[in-house]
């Protein structure tokens, strides 16, 4: 998003509350074939399942935004996973990364950022990319993601650099482009479209902000007008029209398709995991693992939540009992969170700038011990008296949630006395 995009911004949205069905038909007479409605937050997102349900032009795509992280409720993320598999969702988001904006502490997108990730290689479904001012954040992220296994994905109403989309691509994602990109002012973007493999690219609306020209004096934009935007690239890249719209269009179906099938998929596999279970045999490999990682999940869950002490405690014995995938800690090269302007002054005139505060990651080895241990005034994570608590794991997923969720924690508190993650 450029830094013009107000899609966080504190005036209220337009809606299509109230004539619906007449943007829908707009949309079709315009030949758009698929309208996605994509949540921000729980709420937003299972109102776009319902839209889905009740419109056949309608897709839904459920998610927490990353403006909109620090609001979530406990179980709001939960509440996403179930929605993930109800009929008519395509992808989950928005999600990613946003430093233009202070509404959420960035450690805390990153974790958000990140359980989108999992859940889109977990489920199959693709994910949608916010990404504002911090494109080397996103990519690194993206990388550490595509470690684990195959992205799908898109790099939605991109404004970042023709290097970035590159290498997004190369991830296996697709760019696609919102109205800004026909603005008089957006050369440079244009140019960054033009480097983008045709079977690469999408256009979107980034509905109902920023309508593309040569509508853009409708303040309300709506799905009809995603024509314009991709007549615009079209031309800018000596394309026929028909040929880009048919071509974009079929990477729409091709994303989809591919989440469908591997719904299919796991569907199936959950089926001869509940007959093998009847029968007495161990679940399969996949599902193991699958409820391995949500076991995890709802533990930390519940430790950055409770109000009670941890639980993950500095047992005796344990550093040599459990055999540990995960060593190096280091200091990110994020210092400090964004503040927003009040904070600044407020923090000059007081002189009471927190310090010590610093974006946490855990980069690890293939081999060797590793205990994360941190300092940390606060109660829930500091598991002995004079505030420090450290963690004896195997899993690298658990340490590297727990580094963010320790940071989360640090900048969210604004507590002075947090030292971050210390090495073994
Ligand atoms: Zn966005």
Same mark, same amino acid.
């Given at each position: 998003m ?5 899609d966080a ?54 998610g927490i935004q990353p403006n909109d992280v620090a ?22 988001g928005e999600t990613g990364l946003d430093r233009y904006w202070d509404h959420s502490p960035f450690a805390l997108q990153q974790d958000y950022f990140d359980r989108h990730l ?9 994910f949608v990319v916010h990404m504002r001012e911090c494109e080397a954040d996103v990519l690194a992220m993206l990388r550490e993601a ?7 994905g898109?790099m939605h109403s991109y404004t970042g650099?023709?290097?970035g989309?590159?290498?997004a ?102 089926? /001869?995991? @509940?007959? !093998?279970?009847? +029968? ?5 490999? #996949?599902?193991? *693992? &699958? %409820? ?40 990110s090269?994020q210092?400090?969170p964004r ?20 974006g946490?990651s ?19 994570? /500091?598991? @002995?008296? !004079?505030?420090? +608590? ?5 899993? #690298?997923?658990? *340490? &590297? %949630?727990?580094?963010r969720?320790?940071?989360t ?16």
């Amino acid at each position: 998003m450029s830094p013009r995009t107000p899609d966080a911004a504190p005036d209220p949205a337009p809606t299509f509350a109230d004539d619906l069905p007449d943007v829908l038909a707009r949309a079709s007479a315009a030949d758009v074939a698929h309208v996605n409605a994509i949540g921000v937050d729980a709420s937003s997102s299972r109102a776009c399942v319902e839209l889905a349900a009740k419109h056949e032009l309608v897709h839904a795509v459920v998610g927490i935004q990353p403006n909109d992280v620090a609001e979530a409720a406990a179980g709001d993320w939960d509440e996403i996973v179930k929605l993930a598999k109800s009929p008519g969702v395509v992808a989950l988001g928005e999600t990613g990364l946003d430093r233009y904006w202070d509404h959420s502490p960035f450690a805390l997108q990153q974790d958000y950022f990140d359980r989108h990730l999992r859940l889109s290689q977990t489920t199959g479904l693709p994910f949608v990319v916010h990404m504002r001012e911090c494109e080397a954040d996103v990519l690194a992220m993206l990388r550490e993601a595509r470690e684990r296994g195959p992205l799908r994905g898109v790099m939605h109403s991109y404004t970042g650099t023709a290097d970035g989309a590159a290498e997004a691509i190369e991830l296996g994602l697709y760019v696609s482009f919102a109205g800004m990109v026909s603005y008089k002012k957006s050369d440079e973007l244009r140019e960054v479209a033009a480097t983008v493999p045709l079977h690469r690219l999408l256009v979107e609306t980034d509905a109902p902000y920023l309508s593309p020209e040569p509508v853009r004096k409708i303040r309300r934009n709506e799905p009809a007008h995603v024509a314009h935007t991709a007549r615009c690239l079209a031309d800018h890249r000596s394309e026929a029209y028909e040929d880009f719209a048919r071509q974009t269009t079929q990477n729409a179906i091709a994303l989809r398709a591919a989440a469908e099938a591997e719904r299919r998929e796991q569907s199936s596999e959950l089926a /001869a995991d @509940r007959a !093998n279970a009847e +029968g007495g045999f161990a679940p399969t490999a #996949a599902s193991r *693992a &699958r %409820a391995d990682v949500d076991e995890r999940r709802a533990r930390i869950h519940r430790l950055a939540r409770s109000r009670k002490p941890a639980r993950i405690r500095n047992r005796p014995g344990s550093h040599t009992r459990i055999r540990v995938a995960v060593s190096r800690i280091r200091r990110s090269r994020q210092a400090t969170p964004r503040r927003s302007a009040p904070q600044r002054s407020n923090e000059r005139r007081h002189g009471s700038r927190p310090r010590g505060e610093m974006g946490s990651s855990v980069s690890l080895p293939p081999k060797g011990p590793a205990i994360l241990r941190w300092r940390c005034c606060h109660d829930e994570l /500091a598991a @002995r008296p !004079n505030g420090t +608590g450290s963690l004896v794991t195997r899993s #690298a997923r658990l *340490a &590297r %949630a727990m580094s963010r969720i320790v940071t989360t924690c640090a900048v969210s508190q604004r507590r002075a006395a947090v030292a971050g993650l210390l090495a073994p």
